[in-house]
């Protein structure tokens, strides 16, 4: 080998090294210097060219030998000025072993202090892509790229490590009238060992945190790319309202103006063949929240304190979602109805009225798919408030519920499992309400054991009034029972039995500040109510110290007939009517009342069409009814007693046929020793006179059959007297004082039975008046004919009225014709009996047959001398024809002897007190009876 040959190639591995150590140097300054430099004016050319961004780079260094670039201080603006992107710092370190591997590798990236500004504009586009397409219109309408094919693995990227600290995320949304901003900061990030193809046993782990104000996020867990799937957990922390109603609004129905959300679950994903998620341990905690019905509402309808949901599960697999616990404090929700009957809450819900379809603001339809099973733990609401506002009646009504608290048992999709429940709750009103049982939603079914106590009555006064004008100042209910529905057929069915009371009651018409109905108690048990088909059953209905005011006002309607309002009382009468029509057919309403038992009840009477207007009380009403029902067969029973004005018995009693049928019901009236001073202002307007005393006693037969009524009332007065006159239109022009003293005994006793008749259901029909007529009527003929009515009362030897007002005498003579002692003997005894009946006895003649028989007389000399019939024809013809003359004085004293004659006789044998006797100034106007007999007539006359 020459001397050429071994230097040469002793220069080889020096020049290697030469080469190497320019190629390190090249390398080196590359490195280090020249790469930073092109970065620098690389990237914000490249953001101006792709983005149309404005971008500067504060400082850029580079580390060939370490693999690592750390850049400071980027900012870029877009087109309008304002920053989009930025960061303090970022370093990239690289991994040259795995690059060796053919890996991508990192050994950190760390980025600090980033800034993105995320706008969503009013087209939904977002300024990221708005900005790329302005910048690049050449590329705006190029097509996607084709997707990888399936098989195809991802490039193998590897980072050991990702760090994010101190970033700040800006979203601003423009799609609403006025533009929100939502600005996350800090917002770090932390993951290890994330790899983009699948490694046996090997995951990323991951942190995230954000905070959006108050409001933060803590994501955390492990991470495989290839194929997807990661486990771990999520707690997003006080999320606001505003940031909810943001993002919902288009979705959700009002408006959200209070609360937060907190929500916390462990979760494991997996993407691949079968896409699998499921969810654990979740907590919900939902916190003063506050809705309106929309933005124009003043207040919020619906604020709780808090809401806790606990061991929330989901499995998108399986389709099942598990909840535990749901708990609600201080709910305080408002509900209002509208006069057209609109519930607020289900306005923003109801189909639209161009479309049918339900209102969804926008949403998407749901996809239908095989139903998710779901199960909730049971539900618990505490110290929760429901305000109830209906404006439908007439009078708006305001219930408030309190203190209000709900628990359930476990419910879930399984909807023909019962579930239990148990409320309660208090009225701000008065009273407290629970329920107890268990229900199925379907098919619907509920057992609930009801208890209610002290609920006050007057708060739910306007419902009543929408059937009834009664104000309600005073009365609560009681009631303890179970109600059973079962909907699982049409129509829904169901029962009640229980009890109930009514206590301190005492209602009034609207308009009126006098008391209509009021009593102690009210109770009823035990209740059986079946819902379809209806039938109410009730054991015992107990009333305790009832009082009723009836009054009759001045313009003849009692207060009682304005209790129903027009239109209730409209449709009672065609429900009648149809049921009447239907003959024996049973009601559609089935009812049965054991007994009713009455404990000291009272009635007041007013009638104000009098002058003085007229009162009267009943009381100590004690008694009872039994077997009340419309079905037949059903026999009622009565009895009831008590007192008239503090003194007069009353007896009530009889049978009661089945109600709204034709069944006979049989009722009898006793009552004693009312004093009649107090019917004073009836006897006034039908009369004319008032009544100064005497007592009543009434004895009352009525009959009735459906609404006929045929009744005997046996009227007997005693002692009456009457008082001072009364100015009347309406009073008999008849002397009623010789009427009342016709009908009255030789005791002061009237006894008189007034039958009567009618329909109920003929308005112009009324029982009172009917007898009070027939009374009137009956004074009216006894003063008018006083010898007819006391020949109808008296019934002495058989004398008829007519036959005793006058009696007959032979003609010319003072003796009585045949029969005529017997009729005064009946006469005397009438007059006997009614010391205060006067009889006027006025002596008359006829002065034809009178004269004759006198004529006749005189020729005889009294019978001494006979007178044969030629001349006795002769003397007739010429005294008719006035050629002879009696004596002037001869009819005259006839006349009068007549009429002291029958004074004797009345006075003397039949001992008729002279008192009761007076004689009339004689007449010459007596008529001649059919017998030829002088008829001389009689007058009464009262004292």
């Known amino acids: 080998m020459s001397v050429a040959q071994s230097r040469q190639r002793s220069r080889v591995p020096r020049n290697l090294l030469i080469g190497f150590l320019v190629l390190l140097i090249l390398y080196t300054l590359a490195g280090f210097l020249l790469l930073p430099w092109w970065l620098e004016r690389s990237i914000p050319a490249q953001l101006e060219q792709r983005m149309g961004w404005q971008a500067e780079v504060t400082d850029i260094s580079t580390n060939p030998y370490t693999l690592s670039v750390e850049a400071l201080g980027l900012s870029a603006t877009d087109s309008d000025g304002e920053s989009v992107v930025g960061f303090d710092r970022l370093l990239v370190d690289l991994n040259f072993f795995q690059l060796i591997r053919g890996i991508a590798g990192f050994e950190s990236i760390q980025l600090d202090d980033p800034y993105i500004r995320v706008d969503l504009l009013e087209d939904y586009n977002v300024n990221f892509a ?44 423009f799609t609403k009238q006025q533009m929100a901003e939502f600005r996350v900061t800090p917002l770090s990030v932390t993951m290890n060992d994330l790899a983009t193809w699948r490694r046996e046993g090997e995951n990323s782990d991951y942190s995230l945190s954000a905070a959006l104000g108050s409001q933060t996020v803590e994501w955390e867990g492990n991470l495989s790319i290839s194929p997807l799937y990661s486990n771990g957990s999520l707690k997003i922390s006080s999320v606001d309202y505003e940031t909810i109603a943001h993002f919902l609004g288009p979705y959700f129905p009002y408006d959200l103006r209070g609360g937060s959300v907190s929500l916390s679950s462990d979760y494991e994903l997996q993407a691949g063949e079968i896409f699998y998620l499921e969810t654990s341990n979740g907590q919900l905690a939902l916190e003063d929240l506050a809705i309106a019905l929309n933005e124009d ?191 699982q057929q049409d129509p829904l069915t169901g029962t009640f039995s229980g009890t109930a009371e009514v206590a301190g009651l005492n209602v009034r018409l609207p308009d009126s500040s006098e008391r209509l109905v009021s009593w102690q108690t009210l109770r009823l048990a035990p209740i059986e109510y079946n819902v379809y088909p209806a039938r109410l059953e009730i054991g015992t209905v107990t009333l305790a110290q009832p009082v009723i005011n009836v009054v009759r006002n001045a313009d003849s309607v009692h207060n009682v007939e304005r209790i129903f309002r027009s239109s209730s009382t409209g449709e009672q009468k065609e429900s009648a009517s149809s049921q009447q029509e239907g003959g024996d057919s049973e009601p559609e309403f089935i009812f049965r009342i054991g007994q009713l038992m009455l404990e000291d009840g009272a009635l007041a009477y007013t009638d104000r069409t009098l002058q003085p207007a007229f009162t009267t009380s009943f009381d100590e009403l004690n008694g009872s009814i039994t077997g009340l029902s419309n079905i037949s067969p059903q026999e009622g029973k009565v009895s009831i007693n008590g007192r008239v004005d503090g003194g007069a018995d009353l007896d009530f009693e009889g049978t009661i046929g089945t109600l709204g049928t034709e069944d006979v019901s049989e009722l009898r009236l006793i009552m004693q020793n009312l004093s009649l001073p107090t019917l004073s202002p009836y006897f006034g307007r039908y009369l004319g006179y008032g009544v100064d005393s005497g007592k009543l006693d009434l004895n009352l037969d009525y009959q009735i059959s459906g609404t006929r009524v045929d009744a005997s009332n046996l009227v007997v007065m005693d002692r009456l007297e009457l008082g001072s006159s009364v100015p009347s239109d309406q009073a008999v022009s008849a002397p009623v004082k010789l009427g009342l003293a016709l009908l009255r005994d030789r005791k002061g006793v009237i006894e008189v039975n007034l039958p009567i008749s009618g329909d109920l259901s003929n308005p112009d029909f009324s029982v009172g008046q009917v007898v009070m007529r027939a009374f009137v009527n009956l004074l009216a003929k006894a003063a008018t004919s006083p010898f007819s009515m006391l020949g109808s009362i008296a019934e002495l030897a058989g004398f008829s009225g007519e036959e005793l007002g006058k009696v007959g005498f032979v003609p010319g003579s003072i003796k009585l014709a045949d029969g005529e002692a017997d009729k005064l003997s009946a006469l005397a005894d009438a ?113």
Request: charged fraction near 20%; glycine fraction near 10%; avoid cysteine.
């Open 130 to 173: 708005r900005d790329w397409q302005n910048a690049n219109p050449e590329h705006a309408g190029a097509e996607e790229p084709p997707a990888a094919k399936d098989g195809t693995e991802p490039p193998r990227v590897y980072f050991r490590k990702i760090v994010v600290n101190g970033g700040e995320l800006l979203f601003r949304d």
């Open 297 to 487: 509402s003043e207040q919020a309808r619906l604020s709780n304190g808090t809401l806790s949901v606990d061991a929330v599960g989901v499995d998108l697999n399986t389709r099942e979602i598990d909840v535990g616990q749901v708990s609600v404090e201080n709910l305080d929700l408002a509900l209002a109805r509208s006069e057209s009957g609109e519930i607020d809450w289900l306005a923003p819900l109801a189909p639209d009225p161009q479309t049918g379809e339900a209102q969804n603001n926008g949403a998407e339809p749901a996809v239908a798919g095989e139903p998710f099973r779901w199960s909730v733990a049971g539900v618990t609401l505490s110290d929760g408030s429901v305000l109830w506002q209906d404006n439908q009646p007439e009078n708006p009504v305001e219930l408030v519920l309190e203190q209000l608290s709900v628990s359930t048992g476990a419910i879930s999709h399984q909807l023909e499992e019962p579930v239990t429940y148990k409320v309660q709750a208090t009225l701000a009103s008065g009273g407290q309400l629970s329920l107890t049982g268990q229900l199925t939603p379907s098919p619907f079914t509920l057992e609930a054991a009801i208890s209610g106590a002290g609920l006050e009555l007057a708060a739910f006064e306007p419902y009543v009034q929408q059937a009834a004008n009664l104000d309600i100042t005073s009365g609560s209910l009681g009631v303890d029972g179970n109600l059973d529905l079962d909907g």
């Open 831 to 943: 007059l006997l009996e009614r010391p205060n009946l006067l009889l006027n006895i006025r002596g008359s003649v006829e002065p034809q047959a009178d004269g004759l028989a006198l004529l006749r007389e005189k020729l005889t000399a009294g019978g001494q001398r006979e007178l044969s019939e030629e001349a006795w024809q002769t003397a007739r013809a010429e005294y008719l024809a006035g050629e002879r003359e009696l004596a002037p004085e001869a009819l005259s004293n006839l006349a009068s002897a007549r009429g002291v004659a029958l004074r004797n006789l009345l006075q003397n044998t039949l001992e008729v007190p002279g008192d009761q006797l007076f004689l009339l100034d004689p007449s010459r106007n007596a008529e001649v009876g059919g017998k030829g007999n002088v008829i001389v007539a009689f007058t009464l006359n009262v004292r």
